[in-house]
């Protein structure tokens, strides 16, 4: 588990001039989630990340990793305690002329290991990340996926509890990213890591976050537990979650809808609307995401009143009875005078 608690960087400039990178960020990781940081480029992700794998030292607060504040040790203690942390970061960096097996057991080999538990170690961590046949590969023989996966091997080498991963699928194809997302998921569940997913790309967060923390500036702006962000189909983080390009429309009232597809919603909600009051509904968008596993729906309709209008809440309530949270995406002023 790891805690990063009123966390702050600042960078002094020769002149004496002070930039505050990281302005007291909080964050909890539990072992077995994946918590991904994202935000816009100099947002503080990249310096967020160098703290928690101790390349830098934080200006001030702490980061504690199942209990031990790393961020007040120093020399051996450290680097023993360090090894709670594994890393990986967007070029694997494996050492060219060795091999795929030799990279993953380098750190043991740093260690002492006996040669023996090495090879059984080494053996396991090939197996975990697929890539049994090719262990003696270079990485120049790797497709940058495979040297990702042998890159998630050797930061598993040390047994750690946290994993951190910052822009670990940057620059892979759409293909090999998958196979990172699910490898990073299964070893979630696998070993209980608590895994830090450094990214900018939402597609990563949907398929394999359990939590999001959005950064803005060296602070942590929103911070959601991914399956509730649903619930919360208004937030930030749901509307970058699962956009859905508004449509124009021509209708009086256009709703947001959001299901998820574990949750029950009634098969003939639709004609049950429509009917109970008297509406014409125009389904002007769909698509269904798969957040870390869940499925997660999203429509948007257009709906006509065909008599008198309805008030927006008792619509809402309604929805909310089929199973479907509803939002307004257009035409709210025109609801306004019938609530
Ligand atoms: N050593 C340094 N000295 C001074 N300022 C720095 C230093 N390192 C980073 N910064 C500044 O801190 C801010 C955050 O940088 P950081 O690299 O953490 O952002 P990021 O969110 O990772 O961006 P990107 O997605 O582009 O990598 C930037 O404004 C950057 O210029």
């Excluded at 023996?116 to 940058?144: M, N, T, W, Y």
């Excluded at 939002?327 to 005078?337: M, N, W």
Aim: with cysteine; charged share 20%.
């Amino acid at each position: 588990m790891i805690e990063i608690e009123a966390l702050s960087k600042h960078y002094r400039a020769p002149d004496g001039r002070v930039t505050d990178v990281l302005k007291s960020i909080n964050l909890e990781v539990q072992p077995g989630n994946i918590t991904a940081v994202v935000g816009p480029s100099g947002a503080g992700k990249s310096t967020l990340a160098k703290c928690i794998s101790l390349l830098e030292q934080p200006s001030a607060g702490s980061i504690r990793v199942n209990g031990h504040d790393l961020s007040r040790l120093s020399g051996e203690v450290l680097r023993r305690e360090r090894r709670a942390i594994g890393t990986v970061f967007q070029s694997s960096a494996l050492l060219q002329r060795k091999s795929a097996w030799e990279n993953i057991a380098l750190p043991l080999r740093y260690l002492g290991v006996v040669e023996r538990d090495i090879s059984a170690r080494v053996g396991e961590l090939l197996e975990h990340v697929g890539l049994s046949h090719k262990a003696s590969a270079f990485p120049a023989q790797l497709s940058g996926g495979q040297r990702q996966r042998i890159g998630i091997a050797r930061a598993l080498a040390l047994r750690p509890s946290v994993l951190l991963a910052d822009e670990a699928t940057s620059g892979l194809d759409p293909e090999a990213t998958v196979t990172i997302l699910d490898l990073l998921r299964k070893l979630r569940d696998e070993y209980r890591l608590a895994i830090v997913l450094i990214t900018h790309e939402m597609d990563a967060v949907r398929r394999a976050a359990d939590a999001v923390a959005e950064i803005r500036d060296g602070q942590i702006v929103h911070y959601g537990v991914v399956k509730q962000l649903l619930a919360q189909p208004d937030s930030r983080l749901a509307q970058q979650l699962l956009p859905l390009a508004p449509q124009p429309a021509s209708s009086e009232l256009v709703l947001q809808l959001s299901y998820r597809t574990d949750v029950p919603v009634a098969s003939d909600w639709l004609t049950r609307l429509s009917q109970q009051f008297a509406l014409r509904i125009d389904l002007l968008g769909a698509h269904i995401e798969q957040v870390n596993g869940l499925q997660l729906g999203r429509l948007q309709v257009g709906i006509h009143f065909q008599r008198e209008r309805v008030p927006l809440s008792q619509l809402l309530m309604q929805l909310e009875q089929l199973g479907l949270i509803g939002r307004v995406t257009a035409g709210a002023p025109l609801l306004k005078e019938a609530v």
